[in-house]
């Protein structure tokens, strides 16, 4: 790469090698551009961590640099972070109406203020430094998402954002072929793509194609009906009152960010509700089942969730009754698909009749399909291509589905976060690292939770723990109380008395032992427990809880 | 139901409303015939726990009743319990070779001796008390697989066990069309019947079409092969096997419980190997790569498989090499999700082209689809049908496929594990109730732990543990010894000593006052001592750790 040649470098801080966190950084000389700010929800052996973020090590050493976060819609993988990454970063956010709407709601619930929000709309233009940023109408399955053409001295940069292509969204709002065309005419440097669905063939259908399942589904209930789907999801929401109101139903909201989202997308006029359909839960309960239909949090089946304490029987208006129609109108994220199981057999045993994922037609995805995914590459006609926004194995076949649309393999990325890749207006190369990784919040607790911690939490969940205590003469060693023996998550300790005895008894043969030896080195002493004790146990039982002596002195 | 008719039960102590631990009890007077005896894998809140068994309770207290189990195949599901059960109840059991040959190599592995195991064939009839048991050949994803038809005073009961039909089985072996359909004929009380895919449309394809697909992908493989399956899935193997041949391919085998079954199914006649193509491991990878495949374990993604330590690189003899080509031939069992992803994720990054489930062909289900289960219902012709091994919607969906054949709503049984189910030759109905549950196996421990020990373990688990301990004067309660504070699985010990610190301030605190106000009973001042820890700790952290107070008197 010649000396002198100006140069861009993208640097990925999240959401590549997974779905989730996604954040990229754009820097140009001394100045930086951040796109999303989102968080991710924890591995199965995260045990009690609540969200993770990305690593903004980098961010932290350049702030001066940052010109501000651009958001391109409101997903929790795309601005979950943003009120850990304010707190420690104060720059401006620019976003859309109903992205920023969603964004001011998480800062008051976590009593940020004075962040500075800045609307744009499609087809805007930002210069911010060095940067012009142009915004481009998306599809998604929320309203108001974007993709992005970052203008550069070196470049245009094209991010799809989160995307499919709906030729007939719900809103009207057609996916900008006009603009992407444009720019690809125009010559762009570097298009970074999402690979969610790289591995479905053919096209993402319509969000419109789900109000006809819905229809359908609806006028053939002859009680109640039930929706579940994701609360952003103000398109799916729409359709729903929409057909209530067709079939003369009234409509009520279950679970606090439905309601939250609802409110939040009516004010702002994203929502068309026709006067006198939305009523409260509680005056919905007594009209005639078959007047009334109910839109729920739920359905990816978590336990807090309205749908699921209605499943179980514990909510405190809503009771399932033979004749109910129960639409989960989404799929299981992976991960989730045993907790919706639960959810649906539950429903089903209530006596529900259950619409979910083996019903074709009452979901589909917000994210492109193959075909969809060439049309952006056929559009944009980059010279360089990332796949972004995927697990691994998406990237890698996202990666081949450019180079066969004729991008030479040299010039297509599958990165990893961190990997700073640098461009020039011919040439592109992995120009080494940045710190990047997950942070663990549980809690207050942001980062504090590291591998010794989870490492604990996972032996603690798997055997228990075993504490044995006993109290020392400082003088001269001899045992004044103890060894006490106390155990939780290990055995049913009323039915193990004897083993716990037989427990103790190996404790004292081994402060016999190290008596005899006058071994008076506590850690010598601790280790040898540890030892004869974990043996023992595993003997008996073949378990391994954690052993934790504690001596103490007098 | 008349005072002199003659009644039988059915009573199912596990299978229904779930997919595990299969075990229904047939009872007539005082006569016990046991169907199957499997076990479940435990939920992800089960922290520890090994593998769940039905509870035996009722056996137990009937056992001089019971004259045999019967095993229609050797999945864990159907078998995984016995050696649980026959240490508790010496009765005989009675299947095919290879199931018993299962069913042998476990017993060993549990260190049971003695077990009478009586090997039957297809259209074997046994005579049992007053029980006649005709065996009857289906299709299944093992070899040797059969469903049952019980003779007996009342009625016959025919047992579908797991079943699909296929036209072209590898082993040549069609599904008993004229056994089902001549007990039809004859006239059948009650079918049960597995519920699995209930949820699938259509007919369930035949093993032999997933040969066509691994053939495609195997003749052009440029590189080494690895197939992943269940162990069990003798004609997967076998088909493995022959076009590895036919391509001129030498193949080992990888992972235990694969070495295991092959050579048992190799032992007993059930794979036809060609002479030399079988090899080891070491030699194998001496061989040019594409003159090798390897057909392993792991096709759930498990942590401790072959191909898991593969894919992780931690493999002692295979590592990945661009060109490789993985085929994963199964889909990954609700729950197991992730851990098939995480597997292909890491096979992707080592350089491999991973054939997993988004690939159309390479795995077929061993169970019916919805026209093989009404074919079944239609061969029986059964007076009455209960739906058995599916969780619970699918029984209610199974129902609702026997109500539209023609079966009378009040003739089908829609049941619970425990259940009692009383048939005469003309009505049936629910007759109570007898223990039924889950009995959770930990290490050597069996029902050991239960509700209380989880709750431990699932707290720990979340945020870990806080102990306390103090050394009292027995004579006037003063505090000789401590607070002490030992934390596992709570925070970073090193960046908290401020917190805990304070944490012995606040245990202090609580010591001080309950000395002021004369408390001296230890339960009070424990009590005491979580109330306002617990409080300060989670108004510091919002973590909730388990509270451990430890006195000790001297």
């Known amino acids: 790469m010649g000396e002198n040649e100006q140069r861009i470098s993208l640097i990925p801080l999240g959401g590549l090698g997974e779905i989730g966190k996604n954040m990229l950084v754009i820097r140009y000389g001394n100045s930086i551009l951040v796109i999303d700010c989102g968080l991710i929800f924890p591995e199965d052996e995260m045990f009690g961590v609540d969200v993770v973020i990305p690593d903004i090590t980098y961010l932290l050493e350049n702030r001066h640099m940052i010109k501000g976060i651009i958001v391109t ?9 943003l009120p850990y990454v304010l707190r420690e970063i104060n720059v401006p956010v620019y976003g859309t109406k109903l992205t920023l709407a969603l964004i001011q709601a998480k800062l008051k619930e976590y009593g940020l203020s004075g962040v500075r929000l800045h609307q744009v709309k499609p087809r805007d233009t930002l210069k911010l430094g060095p940067f012009r940023v142009e915004f481009l109408r998306v599809s998604h ?24 292509i709906d030729h007939t969204p719900i809103d009207g709002e057609v996916f900008d072929f006009y603009k992407f065309a444009q720019l690809g005419e125009q010559g762009v440097l570097v298009l970074l793509s999402d690979s969610t669905n790289v591995e479905r063939p053919g096209f993402t259908m319509s969000e419109r194609t789900v109000g006809n399942a819905l229809d359908e589904v609806i ?48 004010e702002l006029g994203y929502l068309n509700i026709p006067p006198g359909t939305l009523v409260e839960l509680d005056e919905l309960i007594h009209l005639p089942k078959n007047r009334a239909v109910i839109i729920s949090t739920g359905s990816q089946g978590e336990p807090m969730s309205a749908l699921f304490r209605i499943a179980m029987g514990e909510h405190r208006q809503v009771e399932i009754v033979p004749g109910d129609t129960v639409i989960i109108s989404a799929l299981p994220i992976p991960g989730n698909e045993k907790l919706v199981a639960r959810t649906v057999d539950h429903l089903f045993k209530q006596g529900a009749d259950v619409y979910h994922e083996a019903v074709a037609g009452i979901h589909v995805s917000g994210h492109a399909s193959q075909e969809e995914l060439k049309l952006m590459i056929s559009l944009v006609k980059p010279r360089f291509f990332v796949p972004v926004h995927g697990e691994y194995r998406m990237l890698i076949k996202h990666a081949r589905l450019a180079q066969e649309l004729g991008i030479p393999e040299g010039n297509i990325f599958v990165a990893e976060n961190g990997q700073v890749l640098e461009f020039t207006r011919h040439k592109g190369q992995v120009a080494g690292r940045v710190p990047a990784g997950r942070v663990l919040v549980d809690g207050l607790g942001v980062g504090d939770v590291g591998n010794i911690v989870l490492r604990d939490r996972k032996q603690l969940a798997q055997d228990g723990i075993l504490i044995v205590v006993l109290t020392l003469n400082k003088d001269n060693g001899t045992i004044l109380a103890g060894p006490d023996i106390v155990s939780r998550g290990f055995v049913y300790v009323r039915e193990a008395e004897e083993l716990l005895e037989e427990a103790k008894g190996r404790v004292r043969q081994v402060l016999e032992k190290c008596e005899e030896r006058k071994i008076t080195d506590w850690s010598t002493i601790k280790a040898n427990i540890r030892d004869i004790l974990g043996k023992f146990l595993y003997e008996k039982t073949r378990r391994r809880p954690m052993i934790l002596p504690i001596i103490m002195e007098v």
């Open 141 to 164: 399955s929320i309203a108001d998402s974007v993709g992005l053409a970052v203008h550069t001295p070196v470049g245009t940069i094209v991010h799809s954002g989160d995307f499919k």
């Open 73 to 81: 819609h409101g997903h929790e993988d795309h601005i979950g972070a």
């Open 219 to 266: 006028r053939q209930a002859k009680g109640r009906v039930i929706v579940t789907s994701f609360a952003s999801n103000i398109h799916r929401v729409q359709q729903v009152i929409s057909i209530a109101h067709k079939y003369n139903r009234k409509v009520a909201i279950a679970g606090r960010s439905m309601v939250n989202v609802v409110n939040i997308a009516a």
